[in-house]
């Protein structure tokens, strides 16, 4: 994960301090990309140890559509709980938009592989978070929020587009806003595996996953974390195996993937900023 470890030390030579939304204070930069060839391997980041149940249900629970976290809660995931008010939901967040775009029944995943499928030299394969109807009021709460119909927080990794060429499938992701140290490590799998899954449904081979971030930031009460990180020599990458049989991107499960080759370095805690 050379390109994982480049983006921090770039962050870290060039980033201007800067105040953020959590009153936290982060280093941050504008702009940057990097790119993993999903047949070398599977970008799971190797300084720190990925808790990949967490990333896997996550990304599950977005292809249902579901925006209430009891069934992250069922699987014993716990990422969103800060965000969610009493009854568990976060307003039409990523998969509500995902499933159901500005809940006009528009299915954007469906959408994309009949796309992928029947136009793959199309340049609309596209699925967009993003809804400027649901930005919630950041003068409220977030359950405030949620009771008014809005998204607790507005979708970081906010608009995918895919690509093929030579039988091989790519997705480009833009993030507007990337917690170094927490999100990024989750949202480079996240992706790299949906890419996965969307290319076997579809019959497609592995291209590339390409992620272009708008604020990349590392939180101030981080550094520490991400020092060490960048002390750690990092490890080869893993492989990630998908049950061949699964043709329907909606029927994949939790015991559909299986991580191979994955010897990290040990877990390291850091405080997300709310
Ligand atoms: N500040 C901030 N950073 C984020 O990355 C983030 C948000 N807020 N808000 C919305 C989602 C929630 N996400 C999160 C939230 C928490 C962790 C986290 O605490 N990770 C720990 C524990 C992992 C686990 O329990 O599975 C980690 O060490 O990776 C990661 C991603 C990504 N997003
Ligand atoms: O998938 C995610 C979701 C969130 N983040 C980070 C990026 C920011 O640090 C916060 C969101 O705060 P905003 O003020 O809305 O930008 O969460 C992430 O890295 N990945």
Known sequence: MKQY???IRHVKENGILKEDRTGTGTKSVFGYQIRFDLNKGFPMVTTKKLHLK????????FLKGDTNIEYLKNNGVKIWDAWANENGD?????????????SEGIDQITEVINTIKT???SRRMIVTAWNPSVLPDTSVSFSENVANGKAALPPCHAFFQFYVTEGKLS?????RSADIFLGVPFNIASYALLTMMMAQVCDLEYGD??????DAHIYSNHSEQI??????EPKALPQMEINPSIKNIFDFTFEDFTLVNY???PHIKGAVAV
């Open 5 to 7: 470890l480049d983006l």
């Open 54 to 61: 967490s990333i896997i249900y996550e990304l599950l629970w």
């Open 90 to 102: 976060l307003g039409p967040v990523y998969g509500h938009q995902w499933r159901n775009w500005n």
């Open 119 to 121: 136009n793959p030299d």
């Open 171 to 175: 997705c480009q992701l833009y993030q």
């Open 209 to 214: 996953f390409i992620h272009t971030f708008g």
């Open 227 to 232: 020092k060490l990180q960048l002390s750690r």
């Open 263 to 265: 010897n990290p370095h």
